[in-house]
């Protein structure tokens, strides 16, 4: 049979047929060939669906489809940009998305047909580019990076995708405006809170101390010794701070030592502040030693909306820290370089406004003379008017009497007009000195300030700053004739300050060029000085010349010198200074100093220095040593000169912190006079009423987030103590509602608005609930079958003793509920009567009473069943297609709890749950894999629904996932169409609750604990 069949085939193709041998074989050498020769032309990697979660640094994180062919990983193009905030449109075919990265000059096009990318004007092919799909096209993760800058890494273990990029994403910068609107609501004290803790006042406390020591002792001079003693606390509901200072070489003087007292009312707008004692008066006229008197404005302590910023630049000792306060407000700080400058931007704010300098030394020193700058713009908005008015008497050798009244009125948004009178009984040329200002916003950009007082001076200050961080400021003042108000027997003077940042990749630089120019009775002196300062990648740069002209001098070379330093970090961390000064007009180097620091142990710094004074032939060698013990700041030093000359350092300083009425007293290196702090102590709220009642535990592991401060948690009695605040300021608090490891304890109010009192603690109670939770199931009867079947969306409703609804639940599929949040009490519940009024249904039994009990575990009432049986004549047991149990209270439930529909059963499907047999999940073998039909969650115990898939690959993504993560088992269950993960194997719903915040962070909100009806196998 075989053989004529070959014989056949023989004849047929080496005989005389219809079809020529050659045709033949060129028609089969066609048919075998060229179709893979086609789909060669077109080919399109082929690989699997799965799930990968996207992370993008700084936003995010997102569980994004894509496909995996054991070389590349595609990413959903649509699910990415999407995410990212990138404007996309897909075609209806899938395989072109069009759209632009930033502004529509960043155009693409991604074409799948002709594997190539459209972008910026040029066209990119691409090998290996595409994959598709009904529903997504898919983009080779290497071509996010080529193609449009995004650098993405792919760990499969994890099937995780990290992503990050050199630009502003779209969704990074509306996150940022976002934060900018929070900000600045911030500022205007917009923030919403739902409990707010005012200022306490008591009669008197003592809540603060600060001290330093510091003694010197030279071979060429006296030695000295400088003590100071800080005092903070409260009397008659105010604040009352006071410094005690003592030298060895001078005798104890009045005018050295510091007390103020000052009562705060920000709710008063005809008089928000009174101070008695040391006043800050905002004088015109020269004093040079403290007024003590009292002052009262309406002016309040709080910061209102910033409208501009003013440049302060000076120079003190290098490398000293310098202290900015605005209005008494810690504001910022820096280090002076190594020729001694520094700058601020100071923040200008509504009303007046007081600045202040604090220095500070590297080795202990504190300059006691603290600057007291006038900032000479100052607005109000329209229609607000604001005023100050102090008097007292003058500490010096005649006790001049001094008063002074300020006045300022907002006449515009731009215009604010201002005057008053001051007095000062020493004043020879006239006591009584009257005056008028204004200050005038020209453009958004352009200041102008003028002041004229009577018989003492004119003065006029223009502030111009450009687009680039340039600014041009132009100050003129001209002096009247015979004066005594100010000390200085000037004319005029005439001063031009010109400041600009200059800004590469590399080099981060600040230029400053003053003009100042002095016109006295007989000759002028002209002062230029040219600083250009900052850092060349990382070496920070100064260059500063200073040039001095009096026309009238014998010598007619001005007075040129120029100091250049250089800040070098080194190997071992090690960071070198070094300073050159040169004078021009003798055209020899004044001296070179050279600085070596080493950080240790992360608190201290070890100092070696060396001077040489050319001018002089001097050479010093320097040694310190400074260190921050946690209870306060130790410093040492040692000078040590080659003619044998020396001078030594000690100096140490701290401060404590006290709260008698919790028994708490804090020991640390920093100042705490004139600061608040705020004590937060969380408790179990058993009885509901917000109030601490005897008997009621702490509530431990309570986590917060403030805006400011630094806070310590005290593991003893489970308070939150938060120090450094600014007094009378009010800060909001944030709680952090998963912050207890049991699910039973939960915070009311998350958002506290706290006033801050000064030189104490404010309590804040924070009343945690214990809840409670009643569980159970609602069923169907169905004539039909004797068993009844579980059925989901029904309404559960909640009811206190007094008749109120207080909590409601939706039924899952297999009709579990379940409700967390019910204080302590008695409640009853039922079944909504109004849906089972719709469905035509009654209820078996129509209510549950049920109680829940105090208990620092929270109390549980399960077991709760409804039976639910149809009124409705033509009853078949099942629910009527049409009316679709609904809930408005639930609309927007996740996927997890809406109604699952279900498929026509065939004879060999299985409705009830089942474990789902994976075949095609490539899935990582746990390590407590058990024998296959072993038990893993046993029917009464709890498991968790963490998440519902349409499709069983995702589902197998997932397991394989919280396997590795949580080292738990996990099944997956199988309900029609659906397939439920579920973590399982909890014996108790406590245990089970223990993951839920993790699962949150995951990004499983919907994540609930549910009690199994029958056993799990695996």
Do not use: C
Not at 65 to 91: E, G
Not at 919 to 930: G, L, N, W
């Amino acid at each position: 049979m075989t053989d004529n069949i070959t014989a056949s085939a023989q004849t047929h193709i080496t005989g005389t047929g219809l079809v020529p041998w050659w045709k033949l074989t060129l028609f089969i050498l066609l048919a075998v060939f060229l179709p893979q020769w086609l789909h060669a032309q077109n080919e399109e990697p082929m690989g699997d669906e799965i799930t990968v979660t996207l992370e993008v640094k700084g936003v995010g994180n997102v569980d994004v489809p894509a496909m995996y062919n054991d070389k590349d990983v595609f990413l959903s193009v649509t699910a990415v940009f999407d995410f990212l905030k990138i404007k996309n449109i897909p075609s209806p075919t899938l395989d072109t998305v069009k759209g632009f990265i930033l502004t529509e000059k960043d155009a693409f096009l991604l074409d799948r047909p002709h594997n190539r990318i459209y972008y910026q004007g040029k066209v990119i092919d691409l090998q290996d580019g595409f994959m598709h799909t009904e529903t997504s096209l898919y983009l080779n993760l290497k071509y996010f990076k080529s193609v449009f800058g995004l650098d993405g890494t792919f760990y499969f273990r994890r099937l995780v995708v990290t992503m990050s990029s050199d630009f502003e994403l779209p969704i990074i910068r509306e996150m940022r405006q976002e934060l900018m609107r929070r900000n600045l609501n911030k500022l205007k004290g917009d923030q919403k809170a739902d409990t707010f803790i005012n200022l306490r006042r008591p009669l008197f406390h003592l809540g603060a101390a600060d001290w330093a020591v510091m003694s010197s002792q030279q071979s060429q001079g006296a030695d000295q010794t400088t003590l100071n003693l800080g005092l903070g606390g409260a009397l008659l509901g105010g604040e009352a701070n006071a410094s005690l200072n003592y030298y060895s070489n001078q005798a104890f003087s009045e005018k050295q030592q510091f007390y103020q007292w000052r009562y705060v009312n920000n709710g008063l707008s005809a008089m928000r502040q009174v101070i008695a004692g040391k006043i800050f008066t905002q004088a015109t006229s020269s004093l040079f030693a403290p007024v003590v008197g009292v002052q009262v404005t309406n002016a309040p302590t709080t910061y209102r909306q910033s409208y501009g910023t003013y440049r302060l630049s000076n120079t003190t000792e290098p490398n000293w820290i310098v202290e900015l306060y605005v209005n008494d407000v810690l504001v910022d700080y820096t280090r002076a370089d190594a020729s001694g400058f520094y700058s601020f931007d100071v923040p200008l704010f509504y009303g007046f406004t007081t600045v202040k300098l604090k220095f500070y030394g590297p080795y202990g020193e504190q300059r006691t003379n603290q600057q007291y700058i006038n900032i000479p713009f100052n607005f109000l908005p329209k229609g607000e008017f604001e005023y100050s008015a102090s008097a007292g008497i003058v500490e010096d050798d005649k006790g001049s009497q001094f008063s002074r009244v300020n006045m300022k009125y907002g006449l515009s948004s731009k215009i604010t007009m201002g005057g008053g009178v001051e007095y000062l009984s020493s004043v020879v040329s006239g006591t009584t000195m009257p005056f008028i200002s204004t200050s005038v916003r020209l453009t958004s950009r352009m200041l102008f300030s003028g002041e004229y007082m009577h018989g003492v001076r004119s003065r006029g200050l223009l502030s111009y700053r450009m687009k680039g961080g340039a600014q041009i400021d132009l100050d003129y003042t001209k002096y009247a004739k015979g004066q005594t108000a100010i000390y200085f027997n000037y004319l005029e003077e005439r001063k031009a300050v010109i400041t600009a940042p200059i800004r590469t990749k590399k080099m981060s630089l600040f230029s400053r060029l003053t003009l100042d120019q002095i016109i006295v009775p007989n000759t002028q002196y002209t002062n230029i000085e040219w600083a250009m300062l900052g850092f060349y990648k990382k070496v920070g740069i100064n260059f500063t010349t200073y040039a001095s002209v009096i026309p009238r001098q014998a010598e007619k070379v001005p007075y040129l010198y120029s100091i250049a330093s250089v800040t070098v970090p080194l190997p071992f961390k090690i960071l070198m200074t070094s300073q050159v000064q040169y004078n021009f007009k003798e055209g020899t180097p004044i001296f070179a100093r050279f600085n070596f620091e080493k950080h240790l142990f992360t608190k201290g710094v070890l100092t070696f220095g060396y001077q040489e004074y050319f001018n002089i032939n001097q050479r010093n060698f320097l040694l310190g040593l400074r260190y921050d013990f946690s209870f306060a700041r130790a410093a040492v030093s040692l000078l040590s000169g080659s003619d044998g000359s020396y001078s030594r350092v000690e100096a140490a300083s701290g401060s404590l912190v006290f709260d008698a009425r919790s028994n708490f007293i804090n020991a640390n290196n920093r100042t705490n006079v004139g600061k608040a702090g705020i004590l937060i102590r969380p408790f179990l709220d058993f009885n509901g009423n917000n109030q601490w009642d005897k008997g009621e535990p702490k509530a431990p592991g309570l986590k917060i987030r403030i805006n400011g401060g630094r806070v310590i948690n005290d593991e003893r009695d489970t308070s939150i103590r938060i120090l450094d605040l600014e007094p009378y300021f009010k800060y909001y608090i944030e709680l952090n509602r998963s912050s207890f490891d049991n699910i039973s304890w939960q915070v009311r109010n998350t958002t506290l608005s706290v006033t801050a009192s000064p030189n104490g603690f404010t309590r804040v109670e924070v009343p945690i609930r214990v809840v409670g939770e009643v569980s159970g199931s609602v069923s169907v009867q169905n004539k039909d079958t004797d068993k009844p079947r579980g059925q989901g969306q029904i309404s559960v409703v909640i009811y206190d003793s007094s008749s109120m609804v207080v909590g409601k639940a939706i039924t899952e599929s297999d009709g579990y509920f379940s409700y967390l949040g019910l204080v302590p009490g008695s409640y009853t519940v039922r079944i909504d009567s109004v849906q089972l009024n719709n469905l035509h249904y009654t209820s078996q039994p129509g209510a549950i009473p049920v109680t829940i009990r105090s208990n620092m575990d929270g109390d549980v009432a399960d077991g709760l069943e409804f039976v639910l049986t149809s009124t409705a004549k033509d009853t078949t047991g099942k629910l009527v297609e049409k009316e679709t149990v609904t809930d408005p209270v639930k609309k927007d439930t996740a996927e997890l709890q809406k109604p699952i529909v279900k498929q026509p059963v065939q004879k060999d499907t299985v409705v009830q749950q089942k474990p789902v047999v994976q075949q095609p999940v490539k899935e990582p073998k746990p390590a407590e894999t058990q024998p296959a039909g072993e038990v893993i969650g046993e029917k009464g115990s709890y498991a968790i629904l963490v998440e519902v898939y349409g499709d069983i690959t995702p589902a197998a993504i997932l397991k394989t996932k919280i396997i590795h993560a949580y080292k738990v088992p996990v099944s997956i269950m199988q309900d029609g169409i659906d397939y439920k993960v579920e973590m399982v194997g909890f014996k108790s719903r406590a245990e089970a609750a223990k993951h839920l915040p993790r699962l949150r962070e995951w990004g499983f909100p919907e994540a609930l604990i549910i009690k199994l009806k029958e056993h799990i196998l695996r």
